[in-house]
């Protein structure tokens, strides 16, 4: 038997978590572990929209036409309903405010939750990698793309204000205390897209040696990931954005996620009164009953997420009501890549759609029916819609917002005749606020939301599944809708300790004790002496092991005593100011000094010599572009330290 490993049990630093997002829609999570800072999710409030007056390409001259409110007269406008709406750019609510030079890595889980990236990964202090599956920075570039498009589509230049002077009663977005950013523009999306690290299901990925997180399939989208993080034995799994339905993509796994030290869970069904399956069958009703009366259909979406099982059961149904002639219209900026895509990640998909690539078939229905001309598609209603609009029809077009793109040109378009009917089906924007705009209106509406996402009970029970030693949610997950107070099936139920991290709200947690693995050196595997020792489980072999504990990278390994009676221990605290002296003077004056966050934490920078030494109380480590000049500086740090 060989040993080539031990086991060394180790405290480290107390962690920290903080929530700078909302764990109900819209997630930015900050771990402090094992002194590596990860932001789990980088969302945006896109619900953040709906305060502002809408636009599309052309002009809506019953929109621009809306009473100046005397506070704002040129930027607040009233609705003929007492809504009072923001006639600006389109402005998103990032995460709070951070020290975004703290953050090493960001782990997405979702398309849906890094509508705020580009905010991040465009400030000069952020230095992190960025990791997502390969579909997922595809489907949110096309995401973020095609509400950058639809801002550009604006047709007149509308009023520029500082946000701050919008008072606060018009949407709690306009809060003193609350970050709001215009939308940011093509070239961005793509800068910061690019510089995204594309992961696959179960790699695994090491951050500086100190932490491990491998993603999982979440079951909800293409490329959606739960992810488990560890620091040696100690385990935090993150679930967010998860289904347990039976979709296109792979299925949540779960097996992996079990028995950690803490379980982080987001994003359950924003609408849990509302069953997926119920309101899939309500919407194809509703289509159905509407085309059969001679009436047009708009069904405001994104062009990602749940539009391809949509259509799907869309054109089932239809076909079953001998309504097979109703064209079906695709609008968006980004339609052709949105349709083309997921056949291209057959890896991605669930074991039928997979098996749908070995016949050869292409696994989604509408590549084919694009080619039967079943169903259509354009960037715009401009680029060819004409020629073949006819009534009835069915139109998904975007914003589902309501507030940019083709979506608000149709629905000014067909708002007079009571044959039509508007379709809401993204969960994240409310009935009532998104149509307030458009009231009244001849036009039927409708609130269907189509969230795959996890519920309440099958939450509850994967608590129980999984088996955490702590939960840590959404304090709202533990009472009722506001809406349903008596509901109390639509709450969280757990077994194991719940910590409710709120808004804004910091998790301080204590010293966690685990394992790490310890590297042997083949001097140390050599000189084991394995000797039989009784114990109550029988006889176990031991050896008596000396020797000098490194690390490189962050990797321990235990290495013989070069001089076993001349072992030199040094200890102390080093002074910044005592270290850029003794760099300067041996001519490695650093070119950069930065604080990093509070505390006694710091960056120092040596360009010229392509190195970096961060100083903390409890941690410094040194990157270096070689062995010797990483000596170099680690004998300098030595020369301040005393000898025991």
């Known amino acids: 038997v060989k040993f080539t490993t031990l086991l060394y049990t180790i405290k480290f630093e107390a962690m920290k978590i903080t929530n700078f997002g909302n764990l109900d829609h819209s997630c930015c999570i900050v771990v402090k572990m094992n002194n590596v800072h990860i932001m789990l999710d980088c ?22 036409a809306f009473p100046p409110q005397s506070e704002l007269p040129n930027v607040l406008k009233k609705t003929p309903g007492g809504m009072v709406l923001v006639d600006t750019s389109l402005h998103l609510v990032p995460p709070s405010e951070m020290d975004i030079s703290l953050i090493d890595a960001v782990l997405i889980s979702n398309n849906s939750q890094m509508s705020a990236l580009p905010y991040i990964m465009m400030d000069p202090k952020f230095h992190g990698l960025v990791y997502a599956t390969e579909p997922c920075v595809l489907m949110g570039r096309l995401a973020l793309l095609a509400l950058s498009m639809y801002t550009d589509q604006c047709p007149t230049r509308r009023p520029t204000i500082d946000m701050k002077s919008i008072p606060g009663h018009v949407h709690p977005i306009f809060d003193q205390n609350t970050p709001i950013k215009e939308i940011y523009s093509k070239d961005i999306i793509d800068d910061c897209f690019s510089k995204i690290t594309p992961v696959r299901y179960n790699e695994q990925l090491d951050l500086f040696g100190l932490v491990n997180c491998v993603p999982l399939p979440a079951g909800h989208t293409i490329g959606s990931a739960n992810w488990v993080i560890k620091a040696g034995d100690y385990k935090l799994s993150y679930i967010s954005s998860s289904s347990k339905l ?24 924003i609408n849990p009164m509302f069953s997926p399956d119920n309101t899939l069958a309500d919407v194809c009703n509703v289509v159905t009953n509407t085309v059969k009366s001679g009436g047009n259909v708009l069904i405001p979406c994104h062009s990602t997420g749940v539009l391809l099982d949509l259509i799907e059961w869309l054109i089932s149904h239809l076909t079953k009501n001998n309504l097979s002639d109703v064209p079906i219209i695709i609008v968006s900026p980004v339609a052709d890549a949105a349709l083309a895509h997921p ?21 989604f229905a509408h590549s084919q029916l694009i080619k039967n001309k079943r169903i259509y598609h354009f960037s715009n209603v401009a680029d060819g819609m004409r020629e073949v609009y006819k009534t009835p029809c069915i139109v998904f077009a975007g914003h589902p917002s309501l ?13 007079d005749d009571s044959h039509n009917s508007v379709v809401l089906i993204e969960p994240e924007f409310s009935f009532a606020p998104t ?38 949610t959404s304090p709202t997950y533990f009472k009722p809708p506001p809406l349903h107070p008596n509901r109390t099936d639509l709450v ?3 077994d194991a300790k719940v910590v409710e991290l709120g808004i804004g709200e910091t998790i301080n947690l204590a010293e966690p004790q685990t394992s790490i693995t310890v590297e042997l050196s083949a001097e140390q595997i050599e000189s084991l002496n394995m000797q039989p020792l009784k114990t109550t489980d029988g006889y176990q072999l031991v050896s008596h092991i000396s020797g000098v504990l490194k690390a490189r990278d962050n990797k321990p390994t235990l290495v013989p005593h070069a001089n076993p009676h001349g072992t030199v221990n040094l200890y102390g605290d080093v002074e910044l100011q005592e270290l850029i002296s003794v760099l300067t003077s041996q001519g490695l004056t650093p070119n950069k000094v930065e604080p990093l966050g509070s505390g006694d934490h710091y960056l120092i920078t040596l360009s010229d010599h392509n190195s970096t030494i961060t100083l903390s109380p409890n941690v410094t480590s040194i990157t270096a572009h070689s062995g010797k000049m990483r000596q170099t500086l680690q004998n300098l740090l030595n020369s301040l330290l005393v000898t025991l």
């Open 435 to 472: 149509l307030a705009p458009f009231l009244p209106m001849a036009m039927r509406s409708y609130f269907c939301p189509i969230d795959p996402s996890i519920n309440f009970s099958q939450a509850s029970k994967l608590i129980k599944d999984i088996r955490p030693k702590m939960v840590i």
């Open 246 to 269: 039976t979709n296109h993509t792979s299925p949540m796994e779960v097996v992996s996620l079990g028995n950690p030290d803490i379980l982080l869970l987001s994003n359950l069904s």
């Open 43 to 64: 969302a945006a409030n896109i619900a953040s929209l709906t305060p502002f007056l809408p636009f599309s390409a052309l002009q809506t001259p019953r929109l621009d």
């Open 492 to 494: 969280l139920v757990s």
């Open 343 to 363: 056949d291209i990640y057959g890896e991605w998909l669930n074991d039928a759609k997979q098996a749908k690539l070995y016949i050869p078939e292409l696994p």
């Open 403 to 415: 507030r940019c793109g083709d979506a608000v040109l149709l629905i000014e378009k067909w708002r």
